[in-house]
């Protein structure tokens, strides 16, 4: 947040997610639900869309650039449901059941999805009208990545996520938005882009997948300096700018599958 209100001081562009007295900006028509509670880290909020929903008030995901470009797409109001936050790896905590027995991740979010569809109505406003799980992003992996046993797992374990949650709420072509692991860069070592590789090849065997490509923000700033990087523990730099580019991204992308008939690409 510390970086958003520096951004919006000079930059238009971020003014949008920030009021003249530096307070979250709320939309009207998006609601959050941030389902936390997988790990012992427990968070459960829920609210209209802003730049509230992280670990702690000062920090946020890329459910605020995805959040405020789909609800600006979009006639009806949109859910967005924030699962997870905490890590796990999809050989463990996230583990499909055509993997095995399911992780106990696996099982909750498949349970906090059922529960937010069922509350639709009064999370959104939209009183009599149907509710559509209309899309998923996956943004996961580094708990994996740097396992090589659970790495070597990983392109089984994604296609069968991929295939089970469709399965599980009959919805073969749902569409599915994979987040590259891609926060080096342009200069990955050799683990991520093993996962870059892998992410990649399970996207080109599915219809209706896309890969975001979250390396391409990593620009622009020194990875290496303490005045650039906000938070050597802090997902992608802990830059307000790559996480809502990040978000942008997300929301085209997941635009695409649902306007371009279904087809895979990257």
Not at 32 to 59: C, D, H, I, P, W
Not at 138 to 150: H, T
Not at 212 to 229: H, K, L, N, R, Y
Request: charged share 20%; hydrophobic share 40%; proline share 3%.
């Amino acid at each position: 947040m510390n970086h958003l209100v520096m951004l919006s001081l000079s930059d238009t562009s971020f003014s949008r997610f920030v009021t003249s007295s530096f307070s979250p900006v709320e939309r009207d028509d998006a609601i959050v639900v941030f389902a936390n509670e997988y790990a012992t880290t427990a968070v459960s909020l829920e609210g209209k869309l802003s730049t509230q929903f992280g670990m702690n008030g000062s920090r946020f995901g890329p459910e605020v650039g995805m959040g405020f470009d789909l609800a600006d797409d979009f006639e009806d109001n949109i859910v967005i449901l924030k699962c997870g936050g905490t890590g796990g790896a999809m050989a463990e905590e996230w583990l499909p059941p055509s993997s095995g027995v399911p992780g106990t991740y696996y099982s909750r979010l498949v349970d906090d999805i059922k529960a937010a569809m069922l509350r639709v109505e009064e999370l959104g406003g939209a009183s009599g009208q149907a509710a559509e799980f209309a899309g998923m992003v996956w943004f996961q992996g580094y708990d994996d990545a740097f396992n090589n046993v659970f790495r070597s797992a990983y392109e089984t374990n994604l296609r069968n996520f991929i295939t089970d949650i469709r399965i599980e709420f009959n919805l073969p072509n749902l569409p599915i938005v994979i987040a590259e692991a891609g926060a080096q860069g342009s200069t990955p070592n050799t683990e991520e882009q093993e996962m870059r590789e892998i992410q990649k090849r399970v996207v080109d065997s599915y219809d209706n997948t896309i890969l975001t490509v979250t390396s391409q923000f990593i620009t622009g700033f020194d990875t290496s300096s303490a005045t650039e990087v906000f938070g050597t523990l802090s997902n992608y730099w802990g830059r307000a700018d790559v996480m809502l580019n990040i978000g942008y991204q997300f929301a085209a992308d997941m635009l695409e599958l649902r306007r371009g008939g279904g087809m895979s690409r990257q």
